[in-house]
């Protein structure tokens, strides 16, 4: 869903919102066939499309699929789970082993579809105001026990969030002790940048690139997520897959990284 719409749209009242974003999924799903084809691949929903579309408040060129609208991190998201986890794996419906528990923050529809196809009964999204979501709560109080997931996805929430080490050391305290976690925020500075008394929305614009950001975060971002307890590892495209194998996924230009945390 374009930004704009985004933001009307989350004026509204909760089941309004979950109907239009519903709708929106539906629509995508019907448009999509005008763009099949072979030129372009989305590893979320494997559509093959002729071409990806343009996307974000400041145009990013064939950014989203049209089938799934996942943009260049979901996709590489899903790459690397794909590649370096057992999320996606199949299985045996009468084998004894319990379905791994994810706590899916700050769910994006793309990703909540794949993973919910994925775990079934394991999965659990959460956010503090999406309506879309499972459950709501504040990611730096938790309400789980220690040690309750296998698994924890949350991209792009943590430069939300006043507290954010305090958030990280919940996440750490919910993970199971041989459970990983994937906690992404964008990387734009040299050093993560923030002062708590900036509380203007225009002049969080202009210091942190978005209204409802308390930071900028620099590579040091690392740093922050070992000090809350994790052992952290990185990851980039050229990881993953070959230079053509990427332009075909749209992720040739990105330099996110995958930030890969474990206990």
Not at 35 to 45: E, L, Q
Not at 156 to 167: G, N, R, S, T, Y
Not at 169 to 198: N, Q
């Given at each position: 869903?374009?930004?704009?719409?985004?933001?009307i749209v989350s004026r509204l009242p909760n089941p309004v919102q979950v109907a239009i974003r519903r709708l929106f999924q539906k629509t995508r799903l019907l448009t999509s066939l005008f763009y099949?084809?072979?030129?372009?691949?989305?590893?979320?929903?494997?559509?093959?499309?002729?071409?990806?579309?343009?996307?974000?408040?400041?145009?990013?060129?064939?950014?989203?699929?049209?089938?799934?609208?996942?943009?260049?991190?979901?996709?590489?998201?899903?790459?690397?789970?794909?590649?370096?986890?057992?999320?996606?794996?199949?299985?045996?419906?009468?084998?004894?082993?319990?379905?791994?528990?994810?706590?899916?923050?700050?769910?994006?529809?793309?990703?909540?579809?794949?993973?919910?196809?994925?775990?079934?009964?394991?999965?659990?999204?959460?956010?503090?105001?999406?309506?879309?979501?499972?459950?709501?709560?504040?990611?730096?109080?938790?309400?789980?026990?220690?040690?309750?997931?296998?698994?924890?996805?949350?991209?792009?929430?943590?430069?939300?969030?006043?507290?954010?080490?305090?958030?990280?050391?919940?996440?750490h305290r919910v993970l199971k002790t041989d459970g990983w976690a994937i906690l992404l925020v964008p990387i734009s500075a040299k050093k993560t940048i923030e002062d708590p008394t900036i509380t203007?929305?225009?002049?969080?614009?202009?210091?942190?690139?978005?209204?409802?950001?308390?930071?900028?975060?620099?590579?040091?971002?690392?740093?922050?997520?070992?000090?809350?307890?994790?052992?952290?590892?990185?990851?980039?495209?050229?990881?993953?897959?070959?230079?053509?194998?990427?332009?075909?996924?749209?992720?040739?230009?990105?330099?996110?990284?995958?930030?890969?945390?474990?206990?």
């Amino acid at each position: 869903m374009p930004l704009p719409l985004r933001k009307i749209v989350s004026r509204l009242p909760n089941p309004v919102q979950v109907a239009i974003r519903r709708l929106f999924q539906k629509t995508r799903l019907l448009t999509s066939l005008f763009y099949r084809g072979n030129a372009r691949s989305c590893s979320v929903c494997d559509f093959r499309a002729r071409k990806f579309l343009d996307a974000g408040a400041i145009t990013r060129k064939g950014a989203m699929c049209p089938r799934c609208g996942s943009l260049e991190r979901q996709r590489l998201s899903c790459l690397f789970l794909s590649q370096k986890t057992s999320l996606f794996k199949k299985r045996d419906k009468h084998a004894s082993a319990a379905t791994p528990k994810l706590l899916h923050v700050g769910p994006e529809a793309c990703l909540e579809e794949r993973f919910r196809a994925s775990l079934g009964e394991g999965y659990l999204s959460a956010d503090l105001h999406n309506p879309i979501a499972m459950t709501s709560f504040d990611v730096c109080e938790i309400p789980h026990k220690d040690q309750s997931f296998d698994a924890i996805y949350c991209s792009h929430i943590l430069e939300h969030v006043q507290d954010d080490v305090k958030a990280m050391r919940e996440f750490h305290r919910v993970l199971k002790t041989d459970g990983w976690a994937i906690l992404l925020v964008p990387i734009s500075a040299k050093k993560t940048i923030e002062d708590p008394t900036i509380t203007d929305p225009k002049e969080r614009l202009r210091l942190y690139g978005q209204e409802d950001h308390v930071r900028r975060y620099g590579p040091d971002y690392v740093d922050r997520l070992r000090g809350a307890g994790f052992n952290v590892g990185t990851f980039k495209v050229s990881d993953l897959v070959t230079h053509d194998e990427a332009i075909k996924m749209g992720l040739e230009k990105t330099r996110g990284r995958i930030v890969f945390c474990t206990k």
